[in-house]
């Protein structure tokens, strides 16, 4: 294995986990707030299929990018009116809302499949401009793989270091006690969902405008399920999130590593690593800790008297 | 979900209505969920009928078709209502692309046919339902064109026998209902002596959805094509496990790229993320399925083959107006026009395409036959033996790789 593969490796967990990223940290801020969004998948496609149109209509990726934010946020304020406003099962809602997703997003992406883009510049590393290409073409980032560490902090930061994260921590904790202290349950929700609708959009702007350049129907693959599951691995917490979507891509582009360099194991057998390493990380983990999931997680809270 | 019964019950007694509306709300949602769920398992049902004008009287006789059919004009009833589905989307650029391609060379030369396309069509269920609701509009002629198409649409011929299918790519047959398809393979090996001769690194890649018979067979074509001009060349294989997960698809590239490999090539649904991928990385790419696939790779691009049929299914509509239709395996390869070779790219020396021509020239006369034994498999078994071919059949449950290729097949 040359250098050129190693360093393939990390270069693609971070092309591949940009988005996994940003997704797992929508899902952290409103489950943090109590609510689960099963239904991320179809939030993402439509968000993808949208900022895809977009770029194709008007050549800016960066609108792309813009209009992926908006869309995330709009979906998951259809969630959000349904499972706050009419109090409506959230794991049955979310589901609804991935199919309303799958058709959404295919009716609008449908007349810009196989149309190419000039997707989201990227830009050489400072210090790396004199490798070859080869080399240099893989640590060359685009802005929103640039802004996702620091986006990441700053979601640590908005929900361990500010009141408005205290009261929404509190809120996914224990609506009634947060209402009794004065705050806003049904209105820290609304915004947990905004924020992670926003933050739904990037990764799917990633996808579909930075990473593949390229709209097909339901290109997410399964993405929004695996966020879902970085957020249990990860524990609610935004930085270990960073770890899980690193290791998880990292484990999809090893395993490609192994077939590509020629390893005699059936590639089946290789295709299933990624999930099998989560499990082995889970199971090393265990469950000795205190259980961090958000106490009022999927709850519906009908208000207080 | 505790908690909620305990609300529900303690309102009971002072807010029995609240209840009801709260079952109602649910309700709903699970009512809205299943109507989603539905749509979203049957699009294909719902595309058929959307895309065609169904014509009043459905009996369309095609011994009564006119004699010759390329001039016929349009008539107000017309002479034959076609049906034609798809796996994907018809503008995916690769393979449903050039399908729907050669079903539109029909209309443009017999004018007075009628189309009805469904696009989206990959499963056995919907592929029923489609070619039912085609047949209850009057088709009499069924283009099936996906893979998962040709079993139901064999059930179906049994009980329309007076609608012919036409399936691509398969291999039954019945009274009513026949195969047709290209010959990729040759187009490989052509595709294989190009690459061979542009590698610098003596290193091919090969971006692979699943391991199948056919795509086994593509590698084996390609490495066989790249080893007849370069003894050196070897061709490196990885899975996506998807016909079109982007993502991966992108992440399999750029690891075939950083074992380096200097050419790519890929068989999934749309080489379009693959291609551009290659490109960013300055390496050369392959294209298959479609040659509009070019656009993605303006700089790196080699050539590719794709599937032309439109003169071959024009030709087949025809034998249906005059009646002289019979089931027949339909295989025809570049030199009957059904595949063509993509134009070179711009980086592509004269040489290179010169020894694709005699290639495809010795394809042609039949002096070069790509599966022609003695056939060499990894572990040095014979899998094809001396004086021997590898016929068609065996062609489509091919699990090994030949002596060059890296990785594995099972």
């Known amino acids: 294995m040359s250098l050129l593969s190693i360093l393939g490796v990390f270069s693609s967990a971070i092309f591949s986990g940009t988005s996994l990223l940003y997704t797992t940290l929508g899902e952290v801020i409103h489950e943090r707030s109590g609510i ?39 979906m998951n304020m259809v969630l959000g009116y349904l499972v706050i406003h009419r109090k409506a099962n959230q794991l049955a809602t979310g589901l609804a809302l991935m199919f309303f997703g799958f058709g959404l997003s295919a009716i609008i992406g449908k007349p810009y499949v196989g149309m190419r883009i000039d997707g989201l510049p990227r830009y050489a590393l400072p210090g790396l401009e004199g490798l070859p290409r080869l080399y240099a073409s893989l640590f060359s980032f685009d802005i929103l793989i640039i802004l996702v560490m620091p986006i990441s902090i700053l979601v640590w930061w908005l929900l361990f270091r500010t009141r408005w994260g205290l009261g929404l921590r509190a809120v996914g904790e ?23 609708g926003l933050l739904a959009g990037l990764g799917a702007a990633h996808l579909a405008i930075a990473y593949t350049m390229n709209w097909t129907e339901y290109m997410t693959a399964g993405r929004g399920f695996i966020a879902v599951a970085l957020v249990i691995f990860s524990r609610w ?60 997680l999927g709850r519906v809270y009908h208000g207080s008297e | 979900m505790d908690e909620e019964h305990d609300i529900t019950h303690r309102s009971t007694t002072r807010k029995e209505k609240q209840m009801k509306k709260n079952l109602f709300y649910r309700l709903a949602v699970l009512a809205i969920g299943a109507a989603l769920l539905l749509g979203a398992c049957g699009p ?93 509009q009057g088709a009499t002629l069924i283009f099936a064109t996906a893979f998962n198409h040709q079993y139901p649409a064999l059930e179906l011929a049994g009980e329309h026998p007076e609608v012919i299918f036409e399936h691509a790519g398969g291999w039954e047959m019945s009274s009513n209902f026949a195969n047709f398809f290209g010959k990729p393979p040759d187009g490989w090996y052509m595709m294989g002596v190009a690459a061979g001769m542009m590698t610098e690194t003596n290193k091919l890649g090969f971006v692979a959805a699943f391991p199948l018979g056919w795509t086994s067979t593509f590698i084996n074509a390609f490495e066989l094509g790249a080893l007849s001009v370069n003894p050196d060349a070897q061709t490196i294989v990885a899975y996506t496990f998807s016909w079109g997960d982007r993502a991966k698809e992108a992440d399999t590239t750029n690891s075939l790229i950083n074992q380096g490999v200097d050419v790519i090539t890929m068989h999934v649904d749309s080489p379009s993320t693959v291609l551009s991928t290659a490109e960013s990385r300055g390496v050369y790419s392959i294209g298959y399925q479609n040659l509009a696939a070019q656009q993605f790779a303006p700089e790196y691009w080699i050539s590719g ?6 003169g071959k299914l024009t030709w087949l509509t025809s034998t249906v107006l005059d009646g002289t239709w019979k089931p027949i395996f339909l295989r025809c390869g570049i030199s009957d026009g059904c595949m063509a070779i993509g134009p070179f790219g711009p980086n592509v020396p004269q040489e290179v395409q010169d020894a694709v021509a005699e290639a495809q020239a010795a394809i042609d006369s039949g002096e070069l036959v790509v599966f022609q034994g003695p056939i060499v498999d990894q572990d040095g078994t014979v899998r094809v033996a001396d004086g021997e071919v590898l016929t068609d059949d065996l062609m489509s449950s091919v699990d090994w790789f030949v002596l060059g290729v890296i990785g594995s097949s099972k």
């Open chain 2, 44 to 136: 294909a049902a719902a595309v058929a009928p959307t895309e065609a004008e169904a014509p009043e009287e459905s009996a369309a006789e095609p011994t009564e078709a006119p004699a010759e059919p390329t001039e016929a004009p349009v008539a107000e009833e017309p002479c034959l209502i076609i049906g034609a589905l798809y796996g994907g989307p018809i503008t995916d650029a690769g393979y449903n692309q050039a399908m729907h391609e050669a079903v539109v060379a029909i209309k443009e030369n017999i004018a007075c046919v009628e189309i009805i396309e469904a696009e989206n069509v990959p499963d056995e269920a919907g592929a029923t339902t489609t070619m039912e609701n085609m047949i209850s």
């Open chain 2, 305 to 310: 083959t794709g599937f032309t049929l439109g």
């Open chain 1, 237 to 296: 917490h935004p930085l270990r999130a960073i770890a899980g979507a690193l290791l998880f891509s990292g484990a999809v582009a090893f395993q490609l590593l192994l077939q590509s360099s020629g390893a005699q194991i059936s590639p089946f057998l290789l295709d299933t690593t990624p999930y099998f390493l989560t499990l082995l990380v889970l199971i090393a983990w265990g469950g000795n800790r205190k259980q961090s999931a958000p106490a009022s």
């Open chain 1, 174 to 196: 224990n609506a009634d006690t947060a209402f009794a202290s004065g705050r806003n349950p049904l209105l820290y929700r609304y915004q947990a969902l905004a924020l992670g």
């Open chain 1, 36 to 74: 689960v969004n099963l239904g991320l998948e179809g939030v993402l496609l439509v968000s993808a299929s949208s900022s895809f149109a977009v770029t194709v209509i008007t050549g800016s990726p960066f609108l792309g990018v813009l209009v992926a934010m908006l869309a995330g946020a709009l």
